[in-house]
Nanobody
Framework: QVQLVESGGGLVQAGGSLRLSCAAS????????MAWYRQAPGKLRELVAT???????SYTVSVTGRFTISRDNGQKTVYLQMNGLKPEDTAVYYC??????????WGQGTQVTVSS
């Protein structure tokens, strides 16, 4: 059974930092592209950051230079370090895994709220 369990969300003031974690089980983590998405109220879910099995990363423009995605294949965990948070970063953040075949799995999401 696939499980992606996010943690680390919360309420933070603008300019603050949070570190999200996503613990995976039931997947071949080392072969999976891992990603973080987010969805704000009334908006579509958007891709925030991805990391390949080899550690190559990519980010959406709005978080480049502020967020860092990383992974620990031994612990089957992916992280999202978020610095310089802005109110517009407020959203539910979701962990995603994807095999080369395209099969995907999602976590339940963790709320991040940034106050101005």
């Amino acid at each position: 059974q696939v499980q992606l369990v996010e943690s680390g969300g919360g309420l933070v003031q603008a300019g603050g930092s949070l570190r999200l974690s996503c613990a995976a089980s039931g997947i071949n983590f080392s072969f999976s592209v891992m990603a973080w998405y987010r969805q704000a109220p009334g908006k579509l879910r958007e891709l925030v950051a991805t990391i390949t099995p080899g550690g190559r990363t990519s980010y959406t423009v709005s978080v480049t230079g502020r967020f860092t995605i990383s992974r620990d294949n031994g612990q089957k965990t992916v992280y999202l370090q978020m610095n310089g948070l802005k109110p517009e970063d407020t959203a539910v953040y979701y962990c995603n895994s994807r095999y080369p075949s395209g099969i995907q799995s999602w976590g339940q999401g963790t709320q991040v709220t940034v106050s101005s």
